[in-house]
């Protein structure tokens, strides 16, 4: 087989600025070895985030000059609505700012006190956003799923025994829905295959409960669907999105991961009363039904991308770069979270730098020497992200302590990803000499985006 090559060619270029390891030193110790406080003209390479961080087409640029601004009844969310109707065959269709904000709508109308969402894992808005209404997050994800240095096909799938069990215990009328997101981006950006969303509706039939797609990464996950699950071989992308969906009654969606654009998202379902609901609360804190929180333009740079995302050039691209950065990693030795995800690469901390205790924070250490070798921005996804204390100040450590390396869509390319795994190989060959750190401030919530750090 030959090279899998970047399915697009380049018409408009962004220089990044490079810097001295000395001026790197300087710019870590005054954002204070917090990656998030650095500004982005100081990063070389930057897999922060996969959301928000797309590179546009010619198509979606010209669409946005396409943009039909009008205040009611844009033909620019006409056209929005009947790509996301034709992709995911839901009825009703609310466009919104992100997929946070799709969240806060559809949780405020079905949330509140003694109500339970289970979900393969949530996001930690989707989590956010249902704690915020007083109800319950509870995540259930199969036992394989745990375990990063194990491989298997499908690690994003729901675990039945444990959700039937559960549903058994709470009572089905305290669960509005369940949820199933795909990819399972807080597990590693794993998939979730179409026999587990198919048992997973066959069980919500049971009881009488719906079921919603946090479908971010809808596409990720269906070409996953069609590479490794039997019978989806010579079944398109488009057909494979479409049965995922048909399974739910509806979706929150985030633009910013496979919409292909900066900002945007959705919120779609077939029941019209809940629908009704929901559209009010829209009108209240986002924007007329027919643009939500965005421009004509934004609605015109998703439909296209939504189009777009669906390529099988482009999908088998996207996922053989990260599958091509984590064969990289694995055959000097470094250890990952294993099998490469749809988004992302994840270091496994712990076993980079076991000499590291938790409340050190390995993975935060790892990110410093990252940028300080080589410019590039990485986030620590492990106990400063979701470490808790207990009554007495003591860390309790969080499950996995991982550092991701976000690959934005359509923006790097093969040498890009080859310099990252370089960068990364010496910062492992040298992992003996990595310092713990220690936090000097922090936020009440999510502290991660604004802790400051020192090491000890
Ligand atoms: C990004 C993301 C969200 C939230 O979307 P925003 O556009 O960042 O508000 C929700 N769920 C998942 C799985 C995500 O990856």
């Known amino acids: 087989m030959k090279t899998i090559i970047e399915p697009f060619k380049i018409k408009s270029v962004e220089s990044i600025r490079f810097t001295t390891p000395s001026e790197r030193k300087k710019i870590l110790k005054d954002a ?32 946005i000059m396409r943009g039909d601004e009008a205040y009611a009844g844009s033909q620019s969310f006409y056209k929005f609505e009947s790509v996301v109707k034709k ?25 509140g006190e003694r109500k339970y969402f289970p979900n393969n894992t949530h996001f930690d808005t989707t989590r956010a956003n249902i704690e915020y209404t007083g109800a319950e997050a509870v995540d ?30 709470v009572g089905p009328d305290n669960i509005p829905f369940v949820m199933l997101t795909v990819t399972n981006n807080s597990g590693g950006g794993q998939p979730v295959s179409m026999e587990n969303i198919r048992a997973t509706k066959k069980l919500c039939d049971e009881y009488g409960l719906k079921l919603f797609l946090d479908a971010c990464r809808f596409a990720e996950n269906a070409y996953f669907i069609k590479i490794r699950e039997r019978g989806y071989e010579s079944t398109s992308i488009l057909e494979i999105a479409q049965e995922m969906f048909s399974y739910a009654d509806g979706c929150t969606m985030s633009a910013k991961k496979d919409a292909l654009v900066n900002i945007g998202g959705f919120l779609a379902m077939n029941d019209e009363d809940l629908m009704m609901k929901c559209r009010n609360v829209l009108i209240v804190t986002e924007g007329f039904p027919t643009y939500g929180g965005l421009a004509g333009r934004d609605l015109e740079a998703i439909a ?56 050190q924070y390995p993975g935060q250490s ?36 991982l550092v991701r390396l976000a690959l934005p869509r359509r923006v790097y390319t093969q040498s890009h990803v080859d310099y990252v795994a370089e960068v990364i190989i ?3 060959e040298k992992r003996n000499s990595l310092k713990g750190m220690k936090i000097t401030y922090e936020a009440p919530i999510l502290r991660h985006f604004t802790a400051k750090f020192e090491y000890i």
Not at 46 to 62: F, H, K, N, V
Not at 149 to 166: M, Q
Not at 366 to 379: A, D, F, H, K, P
Request: charged share 25%; proline share 4%; with cysteine.
């Open 32 to 63: 204070f070895y917090n990656t998030f406080l650095i500004h982005s003209q100081d990063v070389l390479i930057d897999l922060l985030t996969d959301s928000g961080t797309s590179a546009m087409s010619s198509e979606q640029w010209a669409g």
């Open 87 to 111: 992709i995911t065959g839901f009825e009703y269709v609310i466009p919104t700012h992100q997929g946070r904000a799709a969240e806060k709508i559809l949780f405020s109308v079905v949330g």
């Open 140 to 169: 259930f994800i199969t036992e394989v799923g745990r375990h990063p240095e194990k491989r298997a096909d499908f690690k994003g799938n729901i675990d039945l025994i444990e959700l039937e069990s559960f549903i058994n215990e």
């Open 304 to 359: 296209q991308g939504l189009e777009e995302v669906l390529e099988e050039n482009y999908l088998q691209y996207r996922i053989r770069s990260i599958e091509y950065l984590g064969e990289k990693l694995l055959a000097a030795d470094v250890p990952i979270l294993e099998p490469p995800g749809g988004h992302a690469i994840y270091l496994d901390a712990k076993r980079f730098a076991p000499h590291i205790p938790a409340d």
């Open 366 to 401: 790892i990110v410093c020497e990252i940028y300080l070798q080589g410019g590039i921005r990485t986030v620590e996804i492990g106990s400063v992200m979701f470490g808790k204390y207990d009554k007495d100040g003591k860390l309790i450590p969080a499950n996995l302590e």
């Open 426 to 428: 010496e910062v492992f």
